[in-house]
């Protein structure tokens, strides 16, 4: 059974920074797409970033040039470094696996993770 694990999440001060890991298991996932996801309390989940199998990224506007989106197939995991947060940042980020890349950034994994918690204080 797929399983995915995320860690690292935490309380920073705005302009902090942090770096989430997402670990799987179940299966080898070098040729799967992976995710980062957020939601903030009383708003929908929404995309952050998004990496090929290929290491092909894609992120939403508001954290470019902030986070970085990576992978280690050796280790079935993939990870969010978060530069410069800021307050909006605030939110439970989930990951998210799927073979298919854009299935992914439509927020359509297959599977997700149970999240982990960024708090950014002002």
């Known amino acids: 059974q797929v399983q995915l694990v995320e860690s690292g999440g935490g309380l920073v001060q705005a302009g902090g920074s942090l770096r989430l890991s997402c670990a799987a298991s179940g299966r080898t996932f070098s040729s799967y797409a992976m995710g980062w996801f957020r939601q903030a309390p009383g708003k929908e989940r929404d995309f952050v970033a998004a990496?090929?199998?290929?290491?092909?990224?894609y992120y939403t506007d508001s954290v470019k040039g902030r986070f970085t989106i990576s992978r280690d197939n050796a280790k079935n995991t993939v990870y969010l470094q978060m530069n410069s947060l800021k307050p909006e940042d605030t939110a439970v980020y989930y990951c998210?696996?799927?073979?298919?890349?854009?299935?992914?950034?439509?927020?359509?994994?297959?599977?997700w993770g149970q999240g982990t918690q960024v708090t950014v204080s002002s």
């Open positions: 998210a696996l799927d073979r298919n890349f854009s299935t992914v950034v439509a927020l359509r994994a297959a599977y």
């Open positions: 990496i090929s199998w290929t290491g092909a990224t």
